[in-house]
C-alpha cells in the first residue's frame, strides 16, 4: 500500500513537472502572439520578468534534482570526450529524424509534424519590430526548452519513477511521456518516440543529465536557424 502511495505522489510529481514544462515553452509564444499591441519598454520588461522567472524556477529544480541524485553535482562535467559523444548522438538524432518524417509521411502524407508546422508558422509572421521576443523565442527553443524537457522527463522522469539513473523500463515509459506533449496525430508517435530514445541513449552513457541537454539543444538548433532564415 505503502509502494502504491509513493508512485502515486511521483507520478503526479512528474504531470506537474510536465505541465510547469509546457507553461514555460509557451510563454514565449504568446508574447509574439500579442507583440503586436506591446510597446518596447513593455517587451523588455516581459523579457527580463521572464529570465527571472526561469533562473528561479530552474534554481529550485536543479535543487530538488541533486537531491534526488547525490552524485548529480559530481557527474555535472562535460569534457572533449563527451562533446564528442553530443555530436555522434546528435547526428544520430538527425538520422533519426528523417527515418520519422518517412514513417510519417508513409502514414499520413505529410512532412512535417503538427508541432513544427506551428514553430515554422511563428517563425513566418515573426518580424525584427520586436527583436526581444524574437531573441528570446529563439533561445526558448535551442536553450530553454531542452534544459527543462530533459532534467523533466530523463532527469526526473528516472528518480522519481524508477529511483534508477537507467534502465530499460525507464527509457520506454519516459520517452513515452515525452512524445505525449509533442504529437497531434499518431503518425507523428515514431519521430518523437526515437528522439526521446537518442536523448535517452545520451543520458544513459554515464548517467548524466547534461548529456541528453547538450544532444537535445543540438537538435533543436537547426529548426531555430530555419526559423531565423525564414525572417530574412
Known amino acids: 500500500m505503502k509502494q502504491i502511495k509513493t508512485i502515486g505522489v511521483s507520478s503526479l510529481k512528474i504531470v506537474g513537472l510536465i505541465l510547469l514544462t509546457l507553461l514555460i515553452n509557451s510563454i514565449p509564444m504568446y508574447f509574439l502572439a500579442y507583440s503586436a499591441s506591446i510597446s518596447l519598454i513593455l517587451e523588455i520588461l516581459f523579457v527580463i520578468l521572464y529570465m527571472a522567472f526561469l533562473i528561479v524556477i530552474g534554481k529550485h529544480l536543479f535543487s530538488k534534482y541533486f537531491k534526488y541524485d547525490l552524485n548529480a553535482k559530481k557527474k555535472f562535467r562535460f569534457g572533449w570526450k563527451d562533446v564528442g559523444f553530443a555530436l555522434l548522438f546528435g547526428l544520430l538524432a538527425r538520422v533519426v529524424a528523417v527515418l520519422g518524417v518517412m514513417i510519417q509521411y508513409l502514414l499520413s502524407g505529410k512532412l512535417i509534424s503538427a508541432n513544427d508546422a506551428s514553430l515554422r508558422g511563428i517563425g513566418a509572421n515573426m518580424s525584427f519590430q520586436h527583436p526581444f521576443f524574437l531573441v528570446l523565442f529563439l533561445f526558448t527553443l535551442v536553450v530553454v526548452a531542452p534544459v ?21 523500463l525507464g527509457a520506454l515509459v519516459t520517452s513515452i511521456l515525452f512524445v505525449l506533449p509533442h504529437v497531434h496525430s499518431w503518425a507523428e508517435v515514431p ?28 537538435n533543436n538548433l537547426l529548426p531555430a536557424i530555419y526559423i531565423f532564415l525564414m525572417m530574412l
Open 148 to 168: 527543462f524537457e530533459e532534467l523533466v522527463f530523463r532527469g526526473f522522469g528516472n528518480r522519481l519513477l524508477f529511483n534508477k539513473l537507467v534502465s530499460w
Open 191 to 218: 519521430t518523437y518516440f526515437m528522439l526521446a530514445l537518442v536523448c535517452y541513449a545520451s543520458y544513459a552513457r554515464r548517467g548524466n543529465v547534461l548529456d541528453s541537454i547538450v544532444v537535445h539543444m543540438l
